[in-house]
């Protein structure tokens, strides 16, 4: 099946720092989502695109859906201490259709030192 | 809106006991998802259902699991019997519509451990 590599697995940031990680796929995807994981709550959709090239933004997160779309990017500006968890990219290899074949990377855990 | 629910939230369990996890999707919402979370594995689709109808069950890891959904605003999980590699986070969640949308709804997932 498809698979989805993520990275960086982990980052330790200072506060205030920008982030930046990126999800990679071997095969094509025309949607790709971004979810984020509090410590001991269900992923939350932070972010969805729907076009190669296009360029989200979320507040501080800007994430980019890469022109082969083999790839995507999420994008946090001034990380604060509520940036804390596990980021996810999740895809589909189509696009208008439904959540049953999303393809979910292992996540980045991300941790702030203060 | 409440969201997806979840119970219970912690489950600590012998081996050999029969789990039962139980989920509420959003309502409204037509399409319902189980999956299991690890550290090794990540996030796993286990079973879905499209209006209460088991649609892939592929992802179910043997015969010892076994989902229902007897209603649009009912899930169950089961194990039995219940194994110590059962250990992980167990999600549900909850799309508007399977081919109208994409997008995930997660519960707060259940903490099974199984000693």
């Known amino acids: 099946g498809q698979q989805l590599n993520q990275s960086p697995q982990s980052m330790f940031i200072q506060e205030g720092e920008d982030v930046s990680m990126n999800c990679t796929s071997s095969?094509?995807?025309?949607?790709w989502l971004w979810y984020k994981q509090d410590p001991g709550e269900g992923p939350v959709l932070l972010i969805a695109l729907y076009k190669a090239g296009e360029l989200t933004s979320n507040g501080r997160l800007t994430a980019q859906f890469g022109i082969t779309r083999k790839d995507s990017f999420l994008n946090i500006s001034a990380s604060i201490p509520s940036d804390v968890g596990i980021y996810f990219c999740a895809g589909l290899p189509y696009s208008g259709g439904g959540a049953d074949g999303l393809t979910f990377g292992k996540g980045t855990h991300l941790i702030i030192q203060p | 809106d409440a969201g997806v629910i979840q119970s219970p939230r912690h489950e600590v369990t012998e081996m050999g006991q029969e789990v039962t996890l139980r989920c509420k999707p959003i309502s409204g919402h037509n399409s319902l998802f189980w999956y299991r979370q690890t550290m090794m594995r990540g996030l796993e689709l286990l079973i879905y259902?499209?209006?209460?109808?088991?649609?892939?069950d592929s992802g179910m890891p043997e015969d010892r699991f076994s989902a229902k959904m007897p209603n649009a605003s009912f899930s169950t999980l089961k194990i039995q019997p219940s194994e110590p590699r059962d250990s992980a986070v167990y999600f549900c969640?909850?799309?508007?519509?399977?081919?109208?949308?994409?997008?995930?709804?997660f519960g707060s997932g259940t903490q099974l451990s199984v000693l």
């Open positions: 259902f499209n209006n209460n109808v088991p649609i892939d």
């Open positions: 969640a909850s799309s508007v519509h399977r081919g109208q949308d994409e997008k995930l709804f």
């Open positions: 095969s094509i995807f025309n949607t």
